[in-house]
């Protein structure tokens, strides 16, 4: 059997293929799709093909969306991917510096809740 080349900027993966590969369900997809994460075209028979860059991108979702960014948030940090670029070390290593920034901020939020917590006495009750 031939091997065939892949066009990553050639629409061709369905959804179910860029489920199998991506572990995501086809509705996250769907969902990421309305939310203009990622992008596909359509066929004649108006049927969703993404291209292969769809594959890092939901990665990329995947990762902001454990360290708790919003759809919002992830939207921006997508944004500064040019349409149909596959992602390079590059765009990883910037992405990574966000999370990491995000992480730091929200464990710093977590300590100083936790901090509050341990500081304060037991809750007056009210005699009426």
Not at 45 to 74: E, F, K, P
């Amino acid at each position: 059997m031939e091997a065939r080349s892949f066009d990553w900027h050639e629409a061709g993966l369905t959804v179910g293929q860029v489920a199998e590969r991506s572990g995501v369900a086809p509705s996250a997809l769907r969902f990421y799709e309305r939310q203009g994460l990622i992008g596909s075209d359509r066929t004649a028979g108006n049927q969703r093909r993404y291209h292969g860059d769809v594959m890092c991108r939901v990665a990329m979702i995947r990762a902001c969306q454990r360290v708790g960014l919003s759809i919002a948030d992830i939207r921006t940090a997508l944004a500064e991917l040019p349409e149909g670029h596959i992602p390079g070390p590059e765009d990883w290593d910037r992405l990574s510096q966000r999370l990491q920034s995000e992480l730091h901020d929200r464990i710093d939020d977590l300590n100083r809740a936790l901090h509050e917590l341990t500081q304060s006495g037991p809750a007056e009750t009210l005699e009426g």
